[in-house]
């Protein structure tokens, strides 16, 4: 089974507007696809991926309810059969929503597999005694949680997710099911060898592919657990094939190669092959 672990989209009516909202905080020229949720799927398809982790962000306390009604838009179809089949949700709870632990709760009793959280964009400091209460009820509701990690290329580069934090985390917050975004930190990677590489802590590589010399992505992906090692793209901010031609490139041992691409996240999210179409 073949997993994208990270990836952003929006419907049609809305994606030109918060793709050019969101491209406004970039460096100029920077690249991206149209992020459109039809754009996703067929991208998907093209590449063999089964299923993808869609990652929403609460930027606000009240969008819980609009990025459930859109999840759940998707799950039954209303965005066409491939992207049901293919597209697996995370919900996003900010963390000022006054009835927060209510919806992770919800999360939990309506089926999704978990929550995405990004600490720029919703004022969170991942180990601050706010996150810890979110991720000790996420836990509490059996619910995996994504968390951004690193510098963030649209903000100034506060310490507010780096890994000196994720470990403080976990600590504090034993049993959660955290997936660690952009090979433990985006931009923050001496750190993230120091702290996290080689540790049993399930960690994404979106965002790594482009900045890290291929030598040093070898190697760190060969000195995690090859349990906990996961694919994500962070689309639409980079290309699948790209990426995979990358990953091709670089000669990872079949097995590590085929946990990476799947199996890890299929067995932490419990993902099951969709039926064939028809």
Not at 16 to 32: H, Q, V
Not at 207 to 212: K, R
Request: overall charge negative; glycine content about 6%.
């Amino acid at each position: 089974m073949r997993v994208d672990s990270h990836v952003h989209a929006f419907a049609d009516a809305i994606a030109e507007r918060a793709m050019a909202a969101l491209l406004a905080k970039m460096p100029p020229g920077y690249a991206a696809f149209d992020g459109r949720l039809a754009t996703l799927t067929d991208h998907l398809e093209t590449h063999g991926f089964d299923a993808a982790v869609l990652c929403s962000i609460a930027t606000k306390p009240s969008q819980f309810d609009v990025i459930r009604a859109w999840s759940q838009a998707i799950r039954e179809g209303a965005f066409g059969a491939s992207a049901a089949r293919r597209i697996v949700p995370f919900l996003s709870v900010h963390p000022e929503d006054p009835d927060r632990f209510a919806h992770i709760e919800q999360t939990a009793r309506e089926g999704y597999k978990g929550l995405k959280f990004h600490s720029y964009y919703q004022n969170l400091v991942l180990d601050s005694p706010a996150a810890i209460d979110l991720m000790r009820c996420a836990r509490d509701n059996h619910l995996a949680v994504l968390c951004h990690n690193g510098y963030d290329i649209a903000f100034p580069r506060d310490r507010v997710c780096e890994p000196a934090r994720v470990r403080r985390l976990l600590d504090a917050v034993p049993g959660l099911r955290l997936i660690v975004s952009h090979f433990g930190g985006w931009m923050d990677w001496d750190e993230a060898e120091r702290l996290l590489i080689g540790q049993p802590i399930a960690i994404e590589i979106s965002m790594s592919l482009n900045d890290l010399p291929p030598e040093r992505l070898r190697g760190m992906l060969l000195r995690h657990p090859i349990d906990a090692i996961l694919y994500g793209s962070d689309w639409p901010w980079s290309s699948h094939a790209k990426e995979l031609a990358l990953l091709d490139s670089l000669d990872l041992p079949a097995d590590r190669m085929t946990a990476l691409m799947g199996d890890n996240a299929a067995r932490l999210l419990g993902l099951a092959p969709a039926p064939a179409a028809g």
